[in-house]
């Protein structure tokens, strides 16, 4: 029993805690409903969420001029952005790969094996956050990152600013492009962006079929665009043209790396989780996945049938799918439909 | 037991006053995309994330007085979270970053 006195005490605790409560955000119990499936869309339904947008894209704060374009190819193609005057952007980022480097990991400073491979840049300039962790938020900030990296191109920006304001052609072309601002870190950033978004993938076999031409793919790729976007369940991360959401997911790769988990701590769905690759050109762009660990699409297919690793991150469209082999060739058949016919790339004779 | 009864009927009493005074709204998470941009509360007041998609999504905030992480939350749950700090409140899904909306609490 209660002495009247206890029962004051009970009701200003009550007031206290409905008045004042703790200051800051308190997150309440759920309630859970059943959430029905999607309908499934038809074929023609499918097709328009991929079709590629008819404009580049260049942000409000540094718009598309030649000049700026112009500066910004000759830095990326410069190995003098590098502390050994030996590695540019293109180096890991080269067209000759479909802006990638063919090789499982990328390649550093002092012939450092990175911890990850290579992302290709095609279609970056669409991208909402950047590199496999996203830390990242612009391709302006993306590109004066590895430069600076000591395992990467390792290169303080002050001894970079020094070197091209000693050049006797880049401080010209730094005033054509960004008059009266000169030649600094934000001007950097901005010209590599400016020239990275024009690097787009050509339309492929894919896009022309979705377009209506029926005989540019195979009846074993259209089945596995089906596939794609239904058993498979690709699409839920793979999405619109780029095939990729700009978001972090687990695949159940056994690798140690935490990826996008370092900077979300307490995200149970970041551990483990890398930015949605982009399939454009995918079939050029061996090997596959953060960490280069997979060397054909027909075992990146055999992965996600699979499952991978069963952890409480991994992305719930990750799970054993229970594809038969042909379903596995119509996937990949899909996939190799993606790779447009790019022309060729001319380097730029560099400044001096 | 006679004050035990009075107690539960103040909780109930006054937790109850407390909801009805307190707007709770809800934001859908569809589509990969929050319902709304932009929403303004009241210290106090509640808003609702709801998961209307087919996949897991995790708003959070890291803006300072109003930190809150709602964690995994599964197809067709809704989760209340309490705003008591007045200040605006970027919110994000920690798993897809392009979904972003401000709470502005007043």
Redesign the interface.
Known sequence: VLSKASFYVAVAIVLLATTESHAGASVGPAQQVSVQPKAEASLDELKKLYQRPVTLNFPADNPYTPEKAALGKNLFFDSRLSGANLLSCSSCHNPAYSWSDGQPKGIGHGMNVLGRRSPSIIDAGYGAIFMWDGRAGSLEEQALGPIQASVEMNLPLETLIGRLKESKEYPALFDKAFPGEGIKPETIGKAIATYERLVVSSPAPFDHWIKGDERAISESAKRGFVLFNGKGRCNECHSEWRFTDDSFHDIGLPDGDIGRGKFLPDVIKAQHAFKTPGLRDIARRSAYMHDGSVRTLKAVVDHYNDGGVDRPSRADAVHPLGLSGQEKDDLVAFMETLSGSNSPTVVPQLPR | ?K??I??AA??GV??G??IALAADTTVHQKG?AFSQKEITLKK?D?LTFA??????H?A??RSA?????????????????????AGT?DVIC?????MRMKVTVE
Do not use: C, R, W
Request: glycine residues 10%; without cysteine.
């Open positions: 037991m004050y035990q009075l107690v103040a909780v006054l937790t006053a407390g990969k106090g509640s998961n209307d998609d087919t996949i897991t995790n959070l905030s007085g109003n930190e809150f992480n709602i964690g995994a939350q599964a197809p067709g749950a809704s989760t209340p979270v309490k705003f008591d700090t409140v920690a798993i897809h970053p392009q």
